[in-house]
Nanobody
Framework: QVELTESGGGLVQAGGSLRLSCAAS????????MAWFRQAPGKEREFVAA?????????HYADSVKGRFTISRDNAKNTVYLQMNSLKPEDTAVYYC??????????????????WGQGTQVTVSS
């Protein structure tokens, strides 16, 4: 069992930055693929970014955040981060941390992840 706890959400103006953190406990953190998903009101949950250790470091981003968001992890602290820069109002959502061992074709699919955090709200004002 893995427990995930997100933090770092809040209210920020457009163009600003936030850093989300997700602390994991329970299993060997370094063996897991860690990802961020988000869900805006009235919309389906969507992939944001993923970081796994299979066959070296593999990092994936949704096109909508590429160049603005950076995912990173600190295995010594069992923590994954999402640095969000140049935030836009359309980035407003609840952001969820996820952990699992998805095959490559499921890295961007929420079905590939077994463990989920409770979510943290990010609101970007215009």
């Amino acid at each position: 069992q893995v427990e995930l706890t997100e933090s770092g959400g809040g209210l920020v103006q457009a163009g600003g930055s936030l850093r989300l953190s997700c602390a994991a406990s329970g299993r060997t953190f370094s063996s897991l693929t860690m990802a961020w998903f988000r869900q805006a009101p009235g919309k389906e949950r969507e992939f944001v970014a993923a970081h796994n250790w299979r066959s070296g470091i593999n990092i994936h981003y949704a096109d909508s955040v590429k160049g603005r968001f950076t995912i990173s992890r600190d295995n010594a602290k069992n923590t994954v981060y999402l640095q969000m820069n140049s935030l836009k109002p359309e980035d407003t959502a609840v952001y969820y941390c996820a952990a699992g061992n998805p095959v490559l074709t499921y890295v961007r699919n929420q079905q590939g992840y077994t463990f989920w955090g409770q979510g943290t709200q990010v609101t970007v004002s215009s």
